[in-house]
C-alpha cells in the first residue's frame, strides 16, 4: 500500500527535495539532553525525538557494512513479489526485487514520486493514454549473473493472473490488462515460451510495451507496485516462490524460517551503475520474528534490534518507556493509514445497513482512539475511509455520523433508534475478528466489545493469526462459517489516489475466493460507475471531485467504523544513519537505503 504522484504532488515533492537538501548538513548533530525532547539528540547518539520524520536524519554518519536488525510481530502474508500485499513487504522487498519505475529513496513528499528503476526513463504514453513503452536500462542483472530482459519482466507481470496457485496481492493490473479474462495465466498458457498475454509486446530484450483497452490515469503508478516485479521462469516454483524469490535486487535470500527469522545477503551480481535508487548500505540484513510484541519492543529499547519492520508503531508497555527514557529514538509521523472495523454483508444481521449504523452510533470513539494510542500515538479520530493526505481526502471536515462530534463518545439513543429500524430492538450477539499479533488491535476490538453491550449487542473476540490473514479474513466463506460480523482491520493506500486505495475495498471486482479484501462484499452499481469514470478522468480536479463522491457513497452505505487517521511512534536505533519517513511507505520509514553508523556494533 505505497506511492503516488499527481502534478499537484509533484510540485509539493520538488519543495520537499530542496528541505531535504538543506536538512543534510543539520541532520547529524549528536549530543543535547538525554531525554532529547528537543530534537538536538542524545548522548547515546540518537538523532532526537522526531528528527527523521519527513527528513533525513545522521545521512552523513551513513557507513558500508555491518548487519542491519529488524524485528517484527508478524511476518509477511508472502514475500513473494506477486503475492505480498502489507506495506511492510513491498518496502522490505525493494531489497531484493525491483521495478520498471519506482518511488523516489527520499524524505516526505518527495518519497511519493515516481523515478526510473529497471527502464531507462519513465513511459513513452502514446495513442491517446493508452500505449506504454520503456526501455531498459544496461547492466541489470539476476543474481546469477544473468542479464534481466523484458520477457522476465512480462512473465513477472503474468503471474498476477495465476489467482488459483498465487492467491494474494493486487491484481490492478490483470483488471486493466485484460479487463474479460481472457488470458489464463502463465500456468495456463498453451503458448511455446508461456508469454502468451496479448496486453504486453517484447519485440526485443530490452523493449517492453503494454497495451491498455482504455486508458487509466494511474497505470504509471501501478507499475511502481512490487507485482510489477520481474520473474525469470526458470526459477519460478509457483506456491514455493515466496520462501525463496529470486533476486534482481542488491541483495538475495540465504535464509528464511517462515515466522522465525529471514536472513538476506549480498547480491554480488548487482551491479551499483545499474541502480540509481538503492545505496546497499549493509552487507547483511536480518529479521527476527517475535509472537510477543512486548518482547520485540524489549529488544528495541535494549539495542539489540534497528527498527521494527511492521512499522505498526510500538505497544502500549514499550511507548511508555520510550517516551519517557529514549524520546530521542521516537518519530511521530501521520501514516497514510486508515484503523477501522468492517461489516461483513454476508454475517447476519449486518446485511441490513440500520444494524451496521447501530455499531457506527454505539461506539465510543473517544476509547477506541485511546485504545489505538491516543492523539499522538494513535492519530485523530477517524470519521470517514478516505485518508485526509490523498486528493479528494476531506479529514474530519465530512464527519456524516458525528464521529468527532457530539457523538464521539457513542450515541445512544440513535444507536438503539438505528437497533429499532433494522428489527433488532433488543439487539442480537456477534463476533468480532481481530489479529492475534496486534496489541492495538485487540484493545480496539475490546473498546468496541464494551460500547456495544451498552447498547444491546453482545459480542465476542475472536484472535486469528495475523500472517495467515489472506486465507481468514481473505475467504469470504471462511468469514460467514466463522460469524464474523465485524473484522479489525487498517488500510494505507497501493498508491496514494482512491483508486489506489479504494479499489480493492470497495470495488465489487475486487471480491475474491481467497486473498480478498473488500471484507465488506460492497456490490453497489454507483460505487463502480465512479470508479469507471475515475480511472478514464485524466484532469486533477475531475479525479479529486470522483475521488470524493466515492467517499461519501462509502460512507453512506455505513459499511466501515472508522476508528483513527493514523499517527504512530515509531522506534529507530542509535545505530541507524540515513533514516527517514516517506509518503513514499506512506509515512513510515522507508528501509531501502537505511545504513549504519558503527558496522562493527
Not at 487509466?216 to 509457483?238: C, E, G, H, M
Not at 541483495?251 to 548487482?270: C, I, M, Q
Request: hydrophobic share 35%; glycine share 10%; net charge positive.
Amino acid at each position: 500500500m505505497t506511492t503516488q504522484r499527481t502534478s499537484g504532488r509533484r510540485k509539493q515533492a520538488f519543495a520537499a527535495v530542496a528541505a531535504v537538501a538543506a536538512l543534510l548538513t543539520t541532520a547529524a548533530c549528536g549530543g543535547g539532553d538525554s531525554d532529547s525532547g528537543n530534537g538536538k539528540g542524545s548522548a547515546t547518539g540518537a538523532a532526537g525525538y522526531d528528527a527523521a520524520n519527513k527528513k533525513v536524519a545522521q545521512a552523513s554518519l551513513a557507513k558500508k557494512g555491518g548487519t542491519l536488525k529488524f524485528g517484527g510481530a508478524q511476518d509477511a502474508d508472502f514475500w513473494d513479489t506477486t503475492r505480498g500485499y502489507y506495506g511492510f513487504m513491498w518496502n522490505f522487498a525493494r531489497y531484493y526485487s525491483r521495478q520498471l519505475v519506482t518511488n523516489k529513496a527520499a524524505a516526505g513528499d518527495a518519497g511519493s514520486e515516481l523515478t526510473p528503476d529497471l527502464a531507462t526513463g519513465l513511459a513513452k504514453v502514446t495513442d491517446d493514454g493508452k500505449t506504454y513503452t520503456y526501455t531498459l536500462r544496461d547492466g541489470i542483472t539476476w543474481e546469477d549473473g544473468k542479464p534481466i530482459t523484458s520477457k522476465d519482466v512480462k512473465y513477472g507481470i503474468e503471474r498476477v493472473w495465476a489467482q488459483d496457485v498465487l492467491s494474494g496481492g493486487p491484481t490492478y493490473l490483470k483488471d486493466i490488462l485484460d479487463p474479460d479474462g481472457a488470458y489464463k495465466g502463465p500456468y495456463k498458457d498453451t503458448t511455446k515460451d508461456k508469454l502468451g498475454l496479448k496486453a504486453i509486446d517484447t519485440p526485443d530484450d530490452k523493449t517492453i510495451v503494454f497495451h491498455l483497452p482504455k486508458a487509466n490515469s494511474d497505470f504509471q503508478d501501478i507499475l511502481s507496485l512490487v507485482s510489477a516485479s520481474p520473474v525469470r521462469q526458470d526459477k519460478d516454483t509457483k506456491a514455493k516462490y515466496t520462501l525463496h524469490p529470486f533476486s534482481s535486487g542488491p541483495y538475495k535470500f540465504e535464509s528464511y524460517t517462515p515466522g522465525k527469522d529471514l536472513t538476506l545477503v549480498r547480491n554480488t551480481a548487482w551491479k551499483q551503475a545499474s541502480d540509481p535508487i538503492r545505496k546497499a548500505y549493509p552487507d547483511k540484513i536480518t529479521v527476527k520474528f517475535f509472537s510477543d510484541a512486548n518482547q520485540l519492543d524489549q529488544r528495541l529499547i535494549n539495542g539489540d534490534i534497528d527498527l521494527d519492520i511492521n512499522q505498526t508503531g510500538m505497544s502500549p508497555q514499550g511507548r511508555t518507556t520510550a517516551l519517557k527514557e529514549h524520546k530521542a529514538n521516537l518519530d511521530n509521523p501521520t501514516t497514510g493509514y486508515i484503523r477501522y472495523a468492517v461489516f461483513p454483508q454476508s454475517v447476519k444481521p449486518f446485511d441490513n445497513a440500520e444494524c451496521r449504523k447501530a455499531v457506527i452510533y454505539g461506539a465510543d470513539h473517544v476509547s477506541l482512539q485511546t485504545a489505538r494510542g491516543g492523539p499522538v500515538a494513535g492519530g485523530d479520530i477517524g470519521t470517514n475511509m478516505l485518508p485526509p493526505f490523498l486528493p479528494g481526502g476531506e479529514g474530519q471536515k465530512y464527519d456524516p455520523y458525528g464521529i468527532a462530534g457530539a457523538g464521539k463518545n457513542g450515541d445512544e439513543a440513535k444507536a438503539k433508534a438505528a437497533l429499532k429500524a433494522c428489527g433488532q430492538p433488543s439487539g442480537f450477539k456477534t463476533t468480532i475478528a481481530v489479529r492475534n499479533n496486534k496489541p492495538a488491535e485487540v484493545a480496539t476490538a475490546q473498546s468496541l466489545q464494551a460500547s456495544l453491550k451498552k447498547i444491546g449487542i453482545t459480542a465476542d473476540i475472536d484472535q486469528f493469526d495475523g500472517s495467515q490473514s489472506s486465507g481468514i479474513i481473505g475467504s469470504p466463506t471462511n468469514v460467514k462459517k466463522k460469524g464474523y460480523g465485524i473484522i479489525i482491520m487498517g488500510w494505507g493506500a497501493d498508491f496514494p489516489t482512491v483508486q489506489g486505495f479504494g479499489l480493492p475495498l470497495w470495488d465489487s471486482k475486487y471480491i475474491a475466493e481467497s486473498g480478498n479484501n473488500n471484507y465488506a462484499l460492497i456490490k453497489d452499481k454507483t460505487i463502480d460507475g465512479l470508479f469507471d469514470s475515475y480511472v478514464t478522468t485524466l484532469d486533477d480536479a475531475g479525479k479529486t471531485r470522483i475521488a470524493t463522491e466515492i467517499n461519501h457513497k462509502v460512507m453512506e452505505g455505513a459499511y466501515y467504523l472508522p476508528f483513527t487517521f493514523e499517527k504512530t511512534i515509531n522506534w529507530r536505533s542509535d545505530n541507524l544513519a540515513n533514516v527517514y519517513t516517506s509518503a513514499g511507505e506512506n509515512g513510515t520509514y522507508d528501509f531501502v537505503n537505511l545504513a549504519l553508523k558503527n558496522p562493527k556494533k
